[in-house]
C-alpha cells in the first residue's frame, strides 16, 4: 500500500490535474499541444541529453538488460500482430499498429518518474541505456513491418529512406546522439551552458505528466473492446512477466531488474497513437488503449512494485 501511496499516486494526481484543466476548459487542446511540444521537443530531450552525456556506457549497456527488455517488448509486437489477424480478423495494416502498442511503453513520461519515486534518481541508469534505443528500435521495427504489408508485391527500395526520416526527426534521437557524441569525445561544456539545460530538464517530467492528462482526455473510448482489452494486456502483463522471466534467466542485478521491468509495465506510450494515426490504421483501438491502459498502470505497476525485490 506505501508503494501505491509514495510512488505511484503522485505520479497519477500529476497527470490527473493535466486530464481535469482539459475537461473543465482551464487548458484548451491547442495549450495542451503547446506543452507537449515543449516537453517532448526540448525538455525531455534536454534530461536524455545530460544523462547519455554522463553515463557509464561500459556499466550500463549491458547486454543482458537490452536483450531482456527488447526481446520481450518485439515478442509482444508479433502477439499483438498476428493475435489481431488471427482472433479478430483485421487487416494486416491494422494488425501492425495494433502490435505497436505492445511494443511502445512509455518509458519516459511514466517509467522514469514511477521508479525515481520508488528507487530515487541513482536508480535511473539502466532506464536511460533502455531509453537510448527506445525509439530507433521502436520504429524502425513497426515501420518496416508497415510498409512490407502496404507494399505487399510491390517495390522496397523507398523504405530505407523513409525509416532514416521518421527515425532521424525525432527531437529525442538527436538529444541521445548528441548526448552519446559529448559522452564519447570527452569534450567539456562550459558549466553555464550545463547549468541552463539542467535547468530546463528539472520541468521535464512534471510538465510532461501535466500534458499527458491533457492529452489522454481526447482519447475516450469507442468500440472494439475485445481487441482494446487484447493490446493493454499485452502491454501490461505479458510484456513486464517476459522481462521478469528474462532477467531472472540473465541474472540481472537488482537495480538493472527494477528498471526493465518497471518500464516493460508501462501503459503504451502517446507515440503508440501516433504511429496508428501517422498510417490511418486502427486509431481508435491505440487512442482507448493508450488511455485504459494508463489508468490500469496505478494498479499494475502497484503489483510489479510488490513483486520486485
Given amino acids: 500500500m506505501n508503494a501505491l501511496l509514495d510512488v505511484i ?10 486530464y481535469i484543466s482539459v475537461w473543465q476548459g482551464y487548458f484548451s487542446a491547442a495549450l495542451v499541444d503547446a506543452l507537449m511540444k515543449f516537453t517532448q521537443g526540448f525538455a525531455i530531450p534536454c534530461l536524455l541529453f545530460l544523462a547519455i552525456s554522463s553515463l557509464d556506457l561500459g556499466e550500463n549497456f549491458h547486454f543482458p538488460l537490452l536483450f531482456s527488455y527488447y526481446a520481450s517488448a518485439l515478442i509482444c509486437f508479433a502477439v499483438g500482430l498476428i493475435g489481431a489477424r488471427v482472433i479478430f480478423k483485421r487487416d494486416w495494416e491494422d494488425c501492425v499498429a495494433i502490435g505497436f502498442v505492445g511494443l511502445f511503453s512509455n518509458s519516459v513520461l511514466l517509467g522514469l518518474p514511477i521508479t525515481e519515486r520508488a528507487y530515487g534518481s541513482d536508480a535511473l541508469q539502466s532506464n536511460f541505456a533502455i531509453i537510448a534505443l527506445n525509439a530507433p528500435i521502436c520504429y524502425t ?13 510491390g517495390s522496397l527500395k523507398a523504405l530505407p529512406q523513409k525509416v532514416f526520416k521518421a527515425v532521424f526527426k525525432n527531437a529525442l534521437i538527436i538529444a541521445l546522439g548528441a548526448g552519446f557524441f559529448i559522452n564519447l569525445t570527452g ?3 562550459p558549466k553555464i551552458l550545463v547549468d541552463a539545460v539542467t535547468m530546463t530538464s528539472k520541468a521535464a517530467l512534471p510538465a510532461a505528466l501535466f500534458g499527458l492528462g491533457g492529452v489522454l482526455y481526447r482519447y475516450r473510448p469507442e468500440g472494439d473492446m475485445r481487441t482494446i482489452l487484447f493490446a493493454v494486456a499485452i502491454s501490461l502483463i505479458l510484456h513486464p512477466a ?25 501503459a503504451p ?3 503508440a497513437y501516433l504511429f496508428a494515426d501517422m ?5 481508435r483501438v491505440a487512442a482507448s488503449a493508450v488511455l485504459i491502459a ?11 512494485l510488490a513483486l520486485l525485490p
Fill in 279 to 283: 498510417y490511418g490504421r486502427a486509431r
Fill in 141 to 153: 521495427t513497426g515501420i518496416i513491418a508497415m510498409e512490407i504489408v502496404r507494399n505487399r508485391g
Fill in 242 to 266: 517476459l522481462t521478469f522471466g528474462l532477467g531472472k534467466w540473465f541474472n540481472l542485478s537488482t537495480p538493472e531488474l527494477r528498471s526493465a521491468v518497471i518500464t516493460g509495465a508501462m
Fill in 187 to 189: 569534450i567539456i561544456l
Fill in 294 to 304: 494508463t489508468g490500469l498502470t496505478i494498479l499494475t505497476a502497484w503489483g510489479w
Fill in 9 to 18: 499516486l503522485p505520479v497519477f494526481i500529476v497527470l490527473g490535474f493535466g
Fill in 269 to 271: 506510450g502517446v507515440n
